[in-house]
């Protein structure tokens, strides 16, 4: 399938490229072989290709002079993706949603007129698909939250969610790879490391990768946190 | 000879930056980098430095730092009475500093940022390219008491007496260069002529990811999907803010993206104080 493209110029040495508005796979496996193609034959000239649900952002090395030129170029690119060919993975995460690792989950669950069993089965049923990285080093930015989960942010964020910490917001799910401030509603905590600083690849999930939240016991929380701070623990994964 | 910076006082908040970190937003590593870019390439280049040679950055209140060894720095950025062992130095000019010499300042009163150069560079880990500070990605988020800072030691002063123009240093300016963002278009009539034609100021609400402007515009604009932004992008946020992102914020964002500094004004902007008056001038992109 073939979009509409909007190409727009966004800084001195960036462009930006926009798909409909919406959070689609389809669209996201259009946007994902795009852009592999801009840097593929964009290689010397451009810094890097941000993207997001709908979007990439080119940032170039230095000043684009000739913006209509360079859009000429990028549309000669982009070309309907037909391989088959798909390296894409499933993760399973493994998620606590003990009480103890999940300060919101009761709250959350009234708020939904659910109990705290629906919540966690609506959780952990659906596969996510992963559509890009960002707000932090190592977020995911999830797909595929069951419309049943769907609560606005916290009015005020909380001053700390602990790294690991798998949360919900809007229509939205993901685990914070760090401490950080957040409003999202805390339900579980996922003992995996999303990034590693010593890593070539911080990060071992890719936009266009799946993830499914299996929920395990504080017992097999603590033995995989165990693995994973000396440095041998592989989350599960399947080719796709 | 390896040196070390000893830091007697830190400061509000000195860390070491460099150019930052660009080509790693697919993991979500923010750019970060000096927040006064010309002010950084500046230290450098009065340093005969290779460009990308990492310099000390401070904000606001400065940091008190003694050098181990013979060394030769350059001081930019804010404007500000500097001094080796309280005998007066200038700015903008390579300084000999002997071995023990204590680097102080006095009260910063103009500009935000100051930077301290040294003659290749100063040693901090690089991690991902950078030796941009950065909490969660360097092992430093910023510098405390003690703290030791590596440099090479360099001898071979020679005192050309070179000295830049007035004005490259001059930047006292009030209008910020702007490019239309890609929201700009869903915004009122009324709403692009306040953010195009009227004076805003710069709130108390800063640091190294964002400076919120004071002035409120009303925001009716509908919630867009999270998309990509950079340093220099200004957001529209639900309660009617101008966010302007600096070079620590994330690499994406979901307001609305209204406006997109030029380059050289997200410098400007760094160095405006709490209080200062701008505006913002619109540039057709040619």
């Known amino acids: 399938m073939r979009y509409d493209l909007q190409y727009k110029r966004y800084a001195e040495n960036a462009i930006l490229i926009e798909w409909p508005s919406e959070i689609d796979e389809i669209l996201l496996q259009d946007l994902l072989f795009y852009k ?51 390296k894409n993975k499933l993760w399973r995460l493994p998620v606590c949603y003990d009480k103890k690792f999940a300060p919101d989950l009761e709250d959350f669950a009234m708020s939904k007129s659910l109990s705290v069993e629906d919540v966690i089965v609506l959780h952990t049923s659906p596969i996510y698909t992963v559509y890009f990285i960002g ?3 190592g977020f995911l930015y999830l797909g595929g939250l069951n419309d049943k989960l769907i609560l606005p942010r916290k009015s005020t964020p909380a001053r700390m969610v602990k790294r690991g910490s798998v949360a919900l917001g809007g229509n939205q799910t993901g685990v914070y790879p760090m401490d950080s401030p957040g409003g999202w509603h805390v339900i579980g905590n996922c003992p995996l490391s999303f990034f590693d600083i010593k890593s070539a690849v911080p990060c071992f999930v890719s936009p266009g990768d799946k993830i499914q939240f299996i929920s395990i016991e504080e017992k097999e929380y603590n033995e995989i946190s165990t693995s994973v701070s000396k440095g041998f623990f592989l989350p599960d994964s399947i080719a796709i | 000879m390896i040196g070390n ?20 937003s697919k993991f979500g590593i923010s750019q970060s980098g000096a927040m006064d870019q010309k002010s950084f390439k500046l230290a450098n280049a009065l340093l005969g430095n290779e460009e990308n040679c990492a310099v000390i950055e401070w904000v606001l209140q400065p940091p008190k730092l003694q050098f181990t060894e013979p060394a030769i720095i350059c001081l930019t950025g804010a404007n500000i009475d500097a001094c080796i062992n309280e005998k007066s130095v200038r700015l903008n000019h390579q300084i000999q500093v002997c071995k023990g010499d204590i680097l102080s300042f006095n009260i910063c009163k103009n500009k935000v940022y100051g930077y301290v150069g040294i003659k290749n560079g100063f040693l901090s880990e690089v991690v991902f390219k950078s030796r941009s500070f950065f909490k969660g990605i360097t092992k430093r988020e910023c510098f405390h008491k003690d703290d030791l800072i590596l440099y090479k030691s360099y001898t071979n002063f020679e005192d050309h007496f070179s000295s830049i123009s007035k004005t490259v240093l001059n930047t006292n300016y009030d209008v910020l260069h702007v490019f239309l963002g890609p929201e700009f278009e869903r915004l009122s009539l009324s709403q692009k002529e306040l953010l195009l034609g009227s004076e805003f100021t710069v709130s108390n609400i800063r640091s190294r990811m964002a400076i919120q402007l004071e002035e409120n515009l009303n925001n009716d604009l509908p919630s867009m999907l999270t998309s990509p932004v950079l340093p220099g992008t200004i957001q529209l946020t639900p309660s009617g803010k101008l966010m302007v992102l600096m070079r620590d914020c994330q690499v994406t964002g979901g307001y609305p993206r209204v406006l997109q500094l030029r380059l050289e004004d997200i410098d400007i902007l760094a160095q405006m104080r709490t209080g200062a008056k701008l505006r913002f ?6």
């Open chain 1, 135 to 137: 707000f932090l080093p």
């Open chain 2, 5 to 24: 910076v000893k830091v007697i006082h830190p400061g509000l908040f000195t860390t070491i930056q460099d150019k930052g970190r660009v080509g790693f």
């Open chain 2, 281 to 286: 001038h619109f540039l057709q992109f040619t």
């Open chain 1, 36 to 86: 592999k193609s801009i840097e593929k034959y964009c290689d010397e000239v451009i810094l890097e290709v941000i993207s997001s649900y709908n979007s990439l952002l080119i940032l170039y090395v230095s000043t684009i002079e000739d913006f209509y030129g360079e859009v000429f170029m990028l549309k000669s690119l982009y070309v309907t993706n037909n391989s088959k060919e798909n």
